[in-house]
């Protein structure tokens, strides 16, 4: 079962900043907080993953907060290509439990 | 840098009937993954494969199995198809030499249609 909690579906302007939330409250002390994306029927597309300290690369931020029970992935500049489903994972070992995700829409 | 190959992109297969599916993972990876996705159950995963060997398994039943090859393509089979196997095929390679942490990339998925 996955062990992450995400709200079904967000709505984002386009050039704005999307903010994802997902809740962890079960995490254990050597698992990972993992992001992938998913583009309707492609494959997931790997974007971040962080263990306690904030993570950014080129696709985006990951905020995890001190408790490491909650985590905000980060898209800064939001463009219509963004629109995806995006699944928040608890990593511990190479089988990763997805969940249902949030359906992010970018909007123009 | 090749990326995950699955092959083939689509297929139908009636019930009853078996099917292998490839994946051919990116070159220096040895850790082989494979999901079954629906719109009904979501991704779920099936079993991992690290070098010839299955070190994880999901809850599916007997009739997925799976292989993993001394060049590290892996194949999937499922036999006795039933119509609710009909699902998108997912493979995913990433590194695992030992680390638990290394990033998993996806192929583009094979298309299961069984009528």
Same mark, same amino acid.
């Given at each position: ?108 | ?23 051919s993972p990116?070159? #220096?990876h040895r850790s082989v ?7 009904? @159950? +979501? ?6 494969? /690290?070098s ?16 993993q090859f001394s060049n590290s393509r892996s ?8 119509? #609710? ?8 390679s990433?590194?695992? @030499? +030992? ?6 990339? /996806? ?9």
């Open positions: 079962d996955a062990k992450t909690t995400q709200p079904p579906s967000m709505d984002c302007a386009e050039g704005r900043a999307a903010n994802l939330p997902c809740n962890h409250s079960t995490i254990s002390g050597n698992e990972y907080v993992y992001w992938y994306r998913q583009i309707h029927s492609q494959g997931p597309q790997y974007i971040i993953h962080g263990l306690k300290n904030n993570e950014t690369n080129e696709m985006a931020s990951l905020i995890i907060t001190e408790d490491r029970k909650s985590s905000t992935l980060i898209l800064p500049h939001a463009t219509l290509r963004d629109t995806a489903v995006y699944y928040c994972i608890v990593r511990g070992h190479n089988d990763m439990r997805f969940g249902a995700g949030t359906r992010l829409t970018v909007k123009p | 840098k090749a990326g995950v190959t699955q092959t083939p992109r689509y297929l139908i297969k009636t019930r009853g009937q078996q099917v292998t599916l490839s994946c990116i070159s #220096g993954s494979w999901y079954q996705q629906t719109p009904g @159950q +979501g991704l779920q995963f099936l079993f991992e494969y /690290f010839e060997t299955q070190r994880n398994k999901g809850n599916f039943p007997g009739r997925f199995s799976g292989r194949e999937m089979n499922v036999s006795t198809l039933e119509l #609710g196997d009909s699902a998108l095929y997912l493979c995913a990433s590194l695992s @030499q +030992g680390k638990l942490y290394t990033e998993a990339f /996806f192929g583009q998925g094979t298309r299961l249609t069984v009528v």
